[in-house]
């Protein structure tokens, strides 16, 4: 089993659509997380640590539920520009920090 | 702030041959740098995390004698693929370990293709 399992898409919406994406983890010592966008052939770019309070950062709100252990990004209003690959991490830290990436969730916003 | 290089951005190379990859941290020091290895469709993977001034530390499943790795000072660590085969050819990544807060910055990654 992947210690960070994601729904690999792709999720088609349309401009405007709210979407959701969730992320499970398997390593219950995680102890932080992070939604991180990757655009084709970039490298990837963080978008929002997740916190179990909820965090919300304009139209991007992300929740952690540590007792299910998974993880969910809600996106409203989507624009053209979020069309790309959103990737679930958990991190342990330790010696030094140690994250671990999901395959990843397509997303396509179509007008 | 907090801007990582990569160098080159891509590269060609035949089978046999070896090809280094440069990671720099151009506006902070970074005692950590890590590498990854990303191939089509699938997620980043850890290769190993390096150490300014020790040797790094692989992950399980990665030749050290293959992927030498070299971290000299606190902007700037190598990775080095020996000996390259097709199945090397990858999306490699590079990030640093921000000082201050931990957090880990990207660079723009190297495509390497081996022929």
């Known amino acids: 089993r992947k210690e960070v399992e994601q729904d690999p898409g792709p999720f088609n919406v349309p401009e405007g659509a709210t979407v959701a994406f969730n992320c499970t983890y398997s390593?219950?010592?995680?102890?932080?997380f992070f939604w991180y966008r990757q655009d084709c052939r970039k490298e990837p770019k963080l978008l929002m640590s997740?916190?179990?309070s909820g965090n919300e950062d304009g139209r991007f709100t992300a929740q952690l539920n540590r007792a299910s252990q998974y993880i969910s990004l809600l996106i409203r209003d989507s624009k053209l520009s979020d069309s790309a690959t959103y990737l679930c991490?958990?991190?342990?830290?330790?010696?030094?920090?140690?994250?671990?990436f999901g395959t990843g969730t397509r997303l396509q916003v179509t007008l | 702030g907090a801007v990582v290089s990569q160098h080159p951005s891509w590269v060609i190379c035949k089978s046999g041959t070896s090809v280094k990859i440069e990671c720099r941290s151009l506006?902070?020091?970074?005692?950590?740098m890590f590498w990854y290895r990303q191939f089509p469709k699938q997620s980043l993977m850890l290769m190993a995390t390096?150490?300014?001034?020790?040797?790094?530390?692989?992950e399980q499943g990665v030749e050290k004698d293959k992927f030498l790795i070299n971290h000299a000072s606190l902007t700037l660590s190598t990775l080095t693929v020996t000996s390259a085969h097709p199945e090397d050819s990858s999306f490699y990544i590079c990030?640093?370990?921000?000082?201050?807060?931990?957090?880990?910055?990207f660079g723009p990654g190297t495509r390497l293709t081996v022929t």
């Open positions: 506006d902070f020091q970074a005692t950590t």
């Open positions: 991490v958990s991190e342990n830290t330790g010696t030094a920090s140690k994250l671990t």
């Open positions: 390593n219950s010592a995680s102890q932080s």
């Open positions: 390096s150490n300014e001034g020790s040797k790094a530390t692989y």
């Open positions: 990030s640093a370990e921000g000082r201050a807060n931990y957090e880990q910055y």
């Open positions: 997740v916190y179990s």
